[in-house]
């Protein structure tokens, strides 16, 4: 086997570096369990809110009597599934965390064999990692946590009796379009739309969406995978500043 002379490392140290710092991060902000609303901005890490301890005007429906529990360690569950199962999140914590492998023609760690894999090797086929495969069906509550969040950025223009623009607003309606952009691009979301047809002449509208968006955004999953995952989490803590008093949202009309 060839050996690399090339710095390889640097970019599973990188990712995994940022997979870290987003995973110590979320967990400080699920465990804050305040500090997510201000104004009619909601933290997206705690969207939607059904517990208690969350602010009357943002209550979602009668499971608002679920106890006063941190609304995000309920809500997490479902878009954390999503992108840890996601084939792209797959291939970055198995090169960053487990070194399986590191990088293109490096040998894992811990290799015994000449071509440089693990003994017993059966990569996905095999428990626990075929639990990969319900990749498929978190998409769908992805799908809805994405409208979830596109509601919240059409609140996050709401103020007192009437309508305004923050500089919240906007970064809401980013995060929005971020989280769409990594949920259609999905591999998942693409074989929805494009696989199962012998011909595409039959099912026009669905070769529309997936020539015309779920391809493309396909085409540039890795980066809305990543700009969506450090945008949730600057939207959280821009909301945090603001709810703290440590920044002041600015108001355009």
């Given amino acids: 086997m060839i050996l690399r002379k090339d710095r390889w490392w640097l970019q599973p140290l990188v ?34 809110c059904f517990v ?20 995000a360690l309920l809500v997490l569950i479902f878009p954390m599934g999503f992108r840890v199962t996601c084939y792209y999140y797959r291939k970055t914590y198995y090169r960053s965390f487990w070194a399986s492998p590191p990088a293109c023609a490096v040998a894992d760690v811990g290799s015994t064999t000449p071509g440089g894999v693990r003994s017993r090797y059966s990569g996905e086929t095999r428990f626990p990692l075929i639990w990969q495969n319900v990749h498929r069906y978190f998409w769908y509550a992805a799908f809805i ?27 809401f309606v980013v995060n929005a379009v971020l989280i769409w952009s990594y949920t259609l691009g999905c591999h998942a979301c693409r074989h929805l739309c494009g696989g199962g047809l012998r011909k595409f ?10 020539r015309k968006v779920v391809t493309p955004l396909n085409a540039h999953h890795q980066l809305f995978a990543w700009l969506s995952l450090i945008w949730i989490a600057w939207t959280d803590f821009y909301v945090y500043l603001v709810a703290t008093g440590t920044i002041h949202d600015p108001r355009f009309f």
Avoid: N, Q
């Fill in 15 to 48: 990712t995994g570096l940022g997979l870290l710092a987003f995973v110590v991060y979320g967990v400080w902000t699920a465990f804050r369990g305040d500090f997510y609303f201000a104004h009619h901005y909601l933290s997206p890490f705690y969207s939607p």
């Fill in 145 to 171: 946590f994405a409208g979830i969040l596109t509601y919240d950025a059409v609140e996050a223009f709401r103020f007192g009796g009437g309508w305004g623009m923050g500089l919240g607003s906007l970064i």
């Fill in 52 to 71: 208690s301890s969350c602010p009357p005007a943002e209550t979602w429906g009668p499971a608002g009597s679920i106890g006063t529990v941190s609304p």
């Fill in 201 to 210: 002449s039959k099912a026009p509208a669905r070769y529309a969406i997936w």
